[in-house]
C-alpha cells in the first residue's frame, strides 16, 4: 500500500472555510492526478500535472487549485467557492501519464457543514 | 470530451458464476482502458488493463476484450467467488482519464 500518502482520512470542515488536503508520493512518479467521488458514482477528475511547475483543470475544477512546486507533492485545496465539497477526495500518481498505470492513495473524506 | 458508460450498475451472481461488466467510450482516440476494483471505503486497485493495440487480455480468473470499431470493452471475471464482491470501475484514457459510473458487483456463497 505503501508510495502515495494523503492525509487525513477525515477531515471536517465549517462552510465557508478554505482546506487544503495533502498528497505525497515517493514512486518518482511525474504525473499526479486529483479526483472527486461522490456515493454511487464514479471518480471525476478535478485536477491533473503532468510536471512540476505545469497543471491542467480537469472536469469539474471550479472551486479548488492546486498547486505542483516538488515532484513528490500535490495539495489540493478546496475553496470557499465549491458550492458541494462534501465528499470522497482521492489522488493519484502515474509513471507515464495517461496510458500507464495510476496508483491511488487511500483518500480523504472531506465533510463541510 | 470523453464519454464513458458503463453497465450494469449493480450485479449479483452465485458464487461459481461468471460476471460480465461492460463499457463504452465515444472518443476513438482513447488508447488505455484499465479496470479497477473498489473495496467500501477504501483506495481503488489495478485489477487488468489493455491497450488499444491488443483485443483481449487475460489473468487467471479476469479478462477483458476490446472492439475498437465498436468503441466497447468488457470485463469477464469466472468463477466468481465472495471476495470478488466489490465496485468495479473501467476508465478510458487518451491525454486523461475517464471513468465509468461503476459496478456493484455482489457474489452470494
Known amino acids: 500500500d505503501g508510495g502515495i500518502t494523503q492525509s487525513p482520512k477525515y477531515l471536517f470542515r465549517k462552510e465557508g472555510q478554505n482546506v487544503t488536503l495533502s498528497c505525497e508520493q515517493n514512486?518518482?512518479?511525474?504525473?499526479m492526478y486529483w479526483y472527486r467521488q461522490d456515493p454511487g458514482q464514479g471518480l471525476r477528475l478535478i485536477y491533473y500535472?503532468?510536471?512540476?511547475?505545469?497543471?491542467q483543470k480537469g472536469d469539474i475544477a471550479e472551486g479548488y487549485s492546486v498547486s505542483r512546486e516538488k515532484k513528490e507533492s500535490f495539495p489540493l485545496t478546496v475553496t470557499s467557492a465549491q458550492k458541494n465539497p462534501t465528499a470522497f477526495y482521492l489522488c493519484?500518481?502515474?509513471?507515464?501519464?495517461?496510458?500507464?498505470?495510476?496508483?491511488f492513495g487511500p483518500g480523504t473524506r472531506l465533510t463541510v457543514t | 470530451g470523453e464519454n464513458v458508460e458503463q453497465h450494469p450498475s449493480t450485479l449479483s451472481v452465485q458464487e461459481g458464476d461468471s460476471a460480465v461488466i461492460k463499457c463504452t467510450y465515444s472518443?476513438?482516440?482513447?488508447?488505455?482502458f484499465p479496470w479497477y476494483k473498489q473495496e467500501l471505503g477504501k483506495r481503488p486497485q489495478l485489477i487488468i488493463d489493455?491497450?488499444?493495440?491488443?483485443g483481449e487480455k487475460k489473468d487467471q480468473r479476469i479478462a477483458v476484450t476490446l472492439n475498437k470499431t465498436a468503441k466497447h470493452f468488457s470485463l469477464h471475471i469466472t468463477e466468481t467467488q465472495p471476495e470478488d464482491s466489490a465496485v468495479y470501475f473501467c476508465?478510458?484514457?487518451?491525454?486523461?482519464?475517464?471513468f465509468g459510473s461503476g459496478t456493484k458487483l455482489n457474489v452470494k456463497p
Open positions: 493519484a500518481s502515474s509513471t507515464g501519464g495517461s496510458s500507464y498505470e495510476q496508483y
Open positions: 514512486l518518482n512518479h511525474d504525473a
Open positions: 500535472s503532468q510536471i512540476v511547475n505545469d497543471f
Open positions: 472518443d476513438s482516440a482513447s488508447n488505455y
Open positions: 489493455i491497450r488499444s493495440n491488443v
Open positions: 476508465a478510458a484514457s487518451r491525454e486523461k482519464f475517464y
